[in-house]
């Protein structure tokens, strides 16, 4: 059975396009909200007939203020790939502890990264023995086996230093932007030392944007 379907479609003009917060938006021919500061409501300009928003200015307008704060989650869920708190981490345990050679930037783990905008921290654990150690250094770098410039680094130095009860160092916050395919960060340690040293650690990674 064949469909009757009209050759023209007739619609009321009830929508145009308007602009919320410099993002166009659909809105009711002649919306509009009182002028002034508003609490957790952005406010709409005044949205009469349909504007190229390609070339037209965006009308002034009041921003969108927030009072309460945003909700956290309160399920012990997990933020999505992609999304704003996603939480990635990569470690390298103590069975599998890393030589590092005398004043050597050395990587101890590493972590791969989609494009975005990360808080990217760490932890370095170092196994030394009954040696001399008089430095040690650690921190999180884009280019493996090197270690960041100053100041994005930490950095012990010492008199004489017998690293044989393992001390755990924390490694500063580095902010860390990737564009499109991404790439990854790098948990660098260095140390001099009388001897070969050893280290393990972990690398954690928090998307901000």
Known sequence: ?????????????????????????????GATTAGGAS???????????PQDVGTTASPTH??????????????????????????LTAQCL??????????????????????????VDGTLAWLGGAQTVTAMAQGISTTDATMPA???????VRTATNPAANPLVPVQTTRVSFGVGGGTVYLVGNAVCGANITAFGKIRARRVR
Do not use: H
């Not at 059975?1 to 021919?29: E, H, Q, R, S």
């Open 62 to 87: 009041a921003a969108l203020t927030l009072t309460s704060g945003l909700n956290g989650v309160t399920d012990n869920s997990s933020a999505a790939s992609g999304k704003v708190g996603e939480y």
């Open 150 to 156: 100053s100041p994005d680094f930490t950095r012990d």
């Open 94 to 119: 103590v069975g599998n502890a890393v030589t590092i050679v005398t004043q050597t930037d050395t990587t101890i783990c590493s972590l791969a990264l989609t494009a975005g905008d990360w808080d």
């Open 1 to 29: 059975m064949a469909l009757d379907v009209p050759n023209t479609i007739t619609t009321k003009p009830d929508y145009v396009v308007g602009i919320l917060d410099g993002f166009p938006v659909l809105v009711p021919v």
């Open 39 to 49: 609490t957790g409501t952005a406010q709409l300009v005044t949205a009469t007939s």
